[in-house]
């Protein structure tokens, strides 16, 4: 299902979503700070995949427990998103231009298979790293303050880091090629 009018979603009821496994929300302008605040008051419980993008919200986007079958989330153009709260058992998880959003920390993160980063300027930091038992890819590009120090358990099969320049010796020690720019 996809929503570019968050109204939808207040208007008709949380109730109408309840069996929604597949969610994408674009450039809803409409959405305000007291709906996304908490997603417990509206994103169904069955929901497995989350696509999200709005340029206007702010401030942090949390996360409730109920949402244990969500596995993969992607998060777009959101330049004012400040924060993920309560992550849980994600099977990919992908940023992409979130500006604002300093650090990430996932609860279990050793069933993350998945992991994309790109074109957040502010990022500086992944909690955990050294839990990331099963990563499969990984994927940092144009986070120029991001910053690792923990080494990875696990090599993950794919992995592209470009244009984060404070990675060059994480990328040296995980034998990983860095780039300086994407072809």
């Known amino acids: ?45 069955k929901l497995r995949f989350l696509q999200f993008s709005s340029a206007t919200f702010s401030g942090g986007l949390n ?3 109920g949402l244990s079958m969500l596995s993969r989330l992607e998060i ?16 990919a998880l992908r940023g ?9 920390h996932l609860h279990n ?6 992991l994309e980063i790109s074109d957040c300027q502010g990022f500086m930091y992944i ?16 986070c120029p303050l991001l910053q690792l120090r923990d080494l990875m358990p696990v090599f993950p099969e794919t992995a592209m880091i470009c244009c984060c320049p404070r990675l060059k010796k994480w ?3 995980h ?4 780039k300086i720019k994407l072809l």
Do not use: A
């Open 171 to 173: 990328c040296e020690w």
């Open 63 to 65: 996360f409730h427990k």
């Open 96 to 104: 992409l231009g979130c500006h604002q959003i300093l650090s990430l």
């Open 175 to 178: 034998e990983i090629e860095y």
């Open 1 to 45: 299902m996809q929503i570019s009018d968050v109204r939808l979603i207040t208007e008709y009821g949380v109730e109408n979503f309840m069996t929604v496994e597949h969610l994408t929300i674009d450039k809803c302008s409409e959405i305000g700070q007291n709906l996304l605040s908490t997603t417990k008051s509206w994103l169904p419980s």
């Open 127 to 142: 909690g955990g790293l050294s839990d990331f038992t099963d990563l499969e890819s990984l994927k940092l590009l144009h």
């Open 109 to 114: 993160p050793d069933v993350l298979r998945d």
């Open 76 to 91: 777009r153009s959101c330049t004012k998103l400040e924060s993920l709260i309560g992550l849980h058992e994600l099977d």
